[in-house]
């Protein structure tokens, strides 16, 4: 898929934090290029500490990147500043994960929707007013609750609120950070279904940051897998789930469990041994040897390049064209 | 199945919980029993009781709260209802190991992970500190940690969670017990480090013969490593019997619309995600009727007055709370 068209690009974008250890620095986000389409649900998995968060934050401007470039519709928005910087990036909006620490307990949800619409130039107390009853409605909510505080609210209706106002300001994106995993189980999936009837009915695009895979799989038509800071996989999510390119994507969804108990019970030992290891030091070469079941002499030392699989699908292995055609590690079906 | 008697019977267990405002019954008339050698899986959402029918009994519940327990709990032919602080302080970490959800908050971040270890083997084995602290070690080798020797100088903070964890289930396996509770033991973890904690879970029940009671969500995880499985909901049990037949031809309708809510690889991407409508009952007072019966499309009148008990289906193996699927259970299905 040509990046050009891209409504937002990330470019080797660096983001990185002062190390408890004096005078080191852990490189969270380490020279990462993705690009979201108009309208578009694009994945972003991997596990904690590979940097998804961070990048997330560092695209909406809550972390400031040490170098790389985020462009909105081909605008550099380190090229901006003041006034201008904050109308562009409100086109950009942030869906945390935690739906308990995201509204204020003082307001009442009205009051936090008018707080957004403000923001976005709506003073109008009766366009206000309208604004807040259409907004609740399209994330599903009942226009009763305009008047009612968070505490009177379950997790589930916290985070469409949460989700109203950040389409208060008519954003083109969302960067929505594991916005369902503080949710039951039972109620994940009317969420779910709200961000597709968002992407469909506004066209929003959207960033979806999870350690879910397999809820990314039936949400976003295109998929990037994190390890360590950087991006190792990416492609449309049909193509990186049933045949990945990465040994580490492999890995990681051979090790989901299935609920199938007859599928369980011809369940091998764990592919991967040991936790992902520290990002304050990371591995030489490629960052993935220590824990692949496949690495070389040569992973060692060189930084693995990124390997065209097909038109729209990459992966960052020396190997990634035999793992692609099932030749090494052969990914479990479920 | 395992054809030894239980370990672990409990009946009619009923808990009661008065706060400061109000009277909450977490569990209500929930019964069934483990084996050793065998896994029962406990599943439900958050409020639905799973954690406190396990916990309240053996004395662990949150301060300011005064807790009333009616039923039956025999464990190792001691009746645990009733029971003494300080024959349960014995029990626990004893006879009965205990592993939490965060093992950083249930470590203690001040003390070496050699101590924490040797504390337990102290208190319920009588061993001398030395002895102990030799135990602690070959406790680490049997959760396969690795370099075992360095690790027992080091404090929680300086593991990652997946070694923390293995630090809780050494803790947790000092006593060699005859009983484990495993609440939500892999959801802080991620998930490649999860296959292999269930994999050591199941390798060391295997060897000390524990039984274990296992208390997650995630039905995959469920099927890696129980043999049987209660559904809760509202504080009872819905459904239960062998884990095989209950996750693949599910039969009440809260457990059907769960494994229905699981995505599958035949769903394609921006296809609609199923689930439940409506919400989970928020923790209360009993409820008259069926609890789940505001989500149910299945519910008739008398589902809203009369309590659906416990009873077998059409497969004796398995029971439902659910007076639709007793008397149709096949009519159900092939709906």
Known sequence: MPADTALLKVENLVTRFKSVERGKWVKAVDGVSIHLNPGEIVGLVGESGCGKSTLGRSIVGLEKPQSGRVLLDGVDLGTLSGRKLRETRRAIQYVFQDPYASLNDRQTIGEAITEALIIHGVSDHTEQRRRILELLDQVGLPAVLAERYPRELSGGQRQRVAIARSLAVEPRVLICDEPVSALDLSIRAQVMNLFLTLQKELGVACLFIAHDLALVRQAASRVYVMYLGKVIEGGGSLDVYARPGHPYTSALLASVPSADPRIEALREAPVLKGDVPSPTNPPSGCRFRTRCPQAMEICAVNEPATVALSSDHSAACVIAEQVHRGEVIAPKVH | ?335
Do not use: W
Request: contains cysteine; proline residues 7%.
């Open chain 2, 1 to 335: 199945m395992s054809t030894s008697s239980p370990i672990l019977t409990v009946r009619d267990l009923c808990i009661d919980l008065f706060t400061a405002r109000s009277a909450l019954r977490p569990v209500d008339q929930v019964s069934y029993s483990v084996a050793a050698g065998e896994t029962l899986a406990i599943v439900g959402e958050s409020g639905s009781g799973k954690t406190v029918l396990n916990f309240a009994p053996l004395g662990l519940m949150p301060l300011g709260v005064s807790i009333h327990v009616s039923g039956s709990i025999r464990f190792d032919d001691k009746e645990l209802v009733g029971m003494n602080d300080e024959a349960l302080r014995k029990l626990r970490g004893g006879s009965i190991g205990v592993i939490f959800q965060d093992p950083m908050s249930a470590l203690n971040p001040a003390r070496t992970i050699r101590r924490q270890i040797a504390e337990v083997a102290e208190l319920h084995l009588s061993l001398t500190s030395t002895q102990a602290e030799a135990r602690a070690l070959d406790l680490l080798k049997m959760v396969r940690m690795s370099d075992p020797e360095a690790r027992l100088r080091q404090y929680p903070h300086e593991l990652s969670g997946g070694l923390r964890q293995r630090v809780m289930i050494a803790i947790a396996i000092a006593a060699e017990p005859k009983l484990l509770i495993a609440d939500e033991p892999t959801t802080a973890l991620d998930v490649t480090v999860q296959a292999q904690i269930i994999s050591l879970l199941k390798d060391l029940q295997k060897r000390l013969n524990m039984a274990m009671v296992l208390i997650t969500h995630d039905m995959g995880v469920v099927a890696g490593i129980a043999s049987r499985l209660a559904v809760m909901y509202a504080g009872r049990v819905m459904e239960y019997g062998p884990v095989q037949t209950v996750l693949t031809a599910p039969r009440h309708p809260y457990t059907m619309g769960l494994i229905d809510a699981i995505p599958r690889a035949e769903d394609l991407p921006g296809s609609a995600f199923r689930g439940l409508p409506g919400m989970p009952p928020v923790l209360g007072p009993p409820i008259p009727g069926c609890a789940f019966v505001e989500r149910c499309r299945h519910a008739v009148a008398t589902c809203e007055t009369t309590r659906p008990l416990l009873a077998p289906t059409a497969d004796r193996h398995v029971l439902a709370a659910c007076p639709i699927v007793n008397r149709s259970s096949e009519a159900l299905h092939a709906g």
